[in-house]
Antibody
């Protein structure tokens, strides 16, 4: 059974750095072709893709957020970590991690999401 | 960036009727398009990938069609549990991966 779960702070202040962890089970991020991505959704709005990491540690970022993002993986812990610097109230959203089984970059499995509010 | 545009924004359909949702890409994405369903308070669920292939466990009443820039998701006979917001996503030309703005399906 494949599961993913996001964890991290629910409230951050403007200008702070957000660190979110995706802990997963049921697959290995060292298997060829697989990957994990982060997607966010502001309240009442559409989905926005943020970042993606491949099994071979190749990484992709949203061009509009690239300068603020870092995605890493710890295969031994079955975790993917996303850091986003200089948080702003417009970054308030539910943040999801999601798993790509392989080959093409749609997401087969999603975590439940975690709501992050940016406010002073 | 490939812009994905979904229509209509809201669709009200009676149980048992057909629902047709549209997704348009600003440039060709070949058949590299996925559809997701999202219910309130839940994560999105993959319905369709490759424009027309149902994901594991998705009922046959869901079907996808199209290629290039025009795509359609059809729910042949709407069930009460099919309410929610439906998103399309292209994965042909990225980064960035891009989603449409969503179509909300309401039960009439």
């Amino acid at each position: 059974q494949i599961t993913l779960k996001e964890s991290g702070p629910t409230l951050v202040k403007p200008t702070q750095t957000l660190t979110l962890t995706c802990t997963f089970s049921g697959f290995s991020l060292s298997a060829s072709g697989v990957g994990v991505g982060w997607i966010r959704q502001p309240p009442g709005k559409a989905l926005e893709w943020i970042a993606f990491i491949y099994w071979d540690d190749d990484k992709r970022y949203s061009p509009s957020l690239k300068n603020r993002l870092t995605i890493t993986k710890d295969t031994s812990k079955n975790q993917v970590v996303l850091t986003m610097t200089n948080m702003d109230p417009v970054d308030t959203a539910t943040y999801y991690c999601a798993y790509r089984v392989g080959g093409s970059s749609y997401f087969d499995y999603w975590g439940q999401g975690t709501l992050v509010t940016v406010s002073s | 960036e490939v812009v994905m545009t979904q229509s209509p924004a809201t669709l009200s359909v009676s149980p048992g009727e057909r629902a047709t949702l549209s997704c348009r890409a600003s440039q060709s994405v070949s058949s590299n398009l996925a559809w997701y369903q999202q219910k309130p308070g839940q994560a999105p669920r993959l319905l369709i990938y490759g424009a027309s292939t149902r994901a594991t466990g998705i009922p046959a009443r869901f079907s996808g069609s199209g290629s290039g820039t025009e795509f359609t998701l059809t729910i042949s006979s709407l069930q009460s549990e099919d309410f929610g917001v439906y998103y399309c996503q292209q994965y042909n030309n990225w980064p960035p991966l891009t989603f449409g703005g969503g179509t909300k399906v309401e039960i009439k």
